[in-house]
Nanobody, 117 residues
Framework: QVQLVESGGGLVQAGGSLRLSCAAS????????MGWYRQAPGKQRELVAT???????NYADSVKGRFTISRDNAKKTVSLQMNSLKPEDTAVYYC???????????WGQGTQVTVSS
């Protein structure tokens, strides 16, 4: 059974930092591209960042230069370091695991990030 458990969300002032973590179980971690997505109230879920098993990263333009995604294949974790946070970064952040062969997605339960102005 696939489980993705996020942690690290919270309330922070604009300009501050947060680090999100996601612990995976029940999957062959190295066969998955890992990612972070977010969904703000009234908006669709959107890509924040992804990282392949080899470490190739991809970022949404809105977070480039501020957010950094990383993974530890031995510990089966993926993290998102978020710096220079803005109120528009406020959203529920979801961890995602995409199986390379089938593109099958698994999702975490989400963690709330709130950035106050």
């Amino acid at each position: 059974q696939v489980q993705l458990v996020e942690s690290g969300g919270g309330l922070v002032q604009a300009g501050g930092s947060l680090r999100l973590s996601c612990a995976a179980s029940g999957i062959i971690f190295s066969l998955h591209t890992m990612g972070w997505y977010r969904q703000a109230p009234g908006k669709q879920r959107e890509l924040v960042a992804t990282i392949t098993s080899r470490g190739t990263t991809n970022y949404a333009d809105s977070v480039k230069g501020r957010f950094t995604i990383s993974r530890d294949n031995a510990k089966k974790t993926v993290s998102l370091q978020m710096n220079s946070l803005k109120p528009e970064d406020t959203a529920v952040y979801y961890c995602n695991a995409e199986l390379l062969t089938t593109r099958l997605d698994s999702w975490g339960q989400g963690t709330q990030v709130t950035v106050s102005s």
